[in-house]
Nanobody
Framework: QVRLVESGGGFVQAGDSLRLSCLASGRNFSGYGMGWFRQPPGKEREFVAAIDSSASSTYYRDSVKGRFTISRDTAKNSLYLQMNHLNSDDAAVYFC?????????????????WGQGTQVTVSS
């Protein structure tokens, strides 16, 4: 059984930082792209960041560029999201996802494995 388990969410003040982690099991994701998505309260799930299998290509939504950094550790089968200078617009449930392909992808349809999510709350 493939599992993606996120951790690292929490309650922070605006301007603070958080580092999300995602530990995968049941499948070696080293040959696949991975990504982070988020779902703000009352809104659709949206793309945040993606990384390809070799970690040579990354993509970010415009609003997090320069503040968030996606990375992966293939030896640990893990994915990370460093989030700096958090603001209220970043408050959401954050999901880790494993892609169908080796490239970095921005659409939910490109991913076939999902974690349960971790809550990030930002107080302004």
């Amino acid at each position: 059984q493939v599992r993606l388990v996120e951790s690292g969410g929490g309650f922070v003040q605006a301007g603070d930082s958080l580092r999300l982690s995602c530990l995968a099991s049941g499948r070696n994701f080293s040959g696949y792209g991975m990504g982070w998505f988020r779902q703000p309260p009352g809104k659709e799930r949206e793309f945040v960041a993606a990384i390809d299998s070799s970690a040579s290509s990354t993509y970010y939504r415009d609003s997090v560029k320069g503040r968030f950094t996606i990375s992966r550790d293939t030896a640990k089968n893990s994915l990370y999201l460093q989030m700096n200078h958090l603001n209220s617009d970043d408050a959401a449930v954050y999901f880790c996802a494993g892609a169908r392909y080796s490239s970095a992808r921005r659409t939910t349809e490109s991913y076939n494995y999902w974690g349960q999510g971790t809550q990030v709350t930002v107080s302004s």
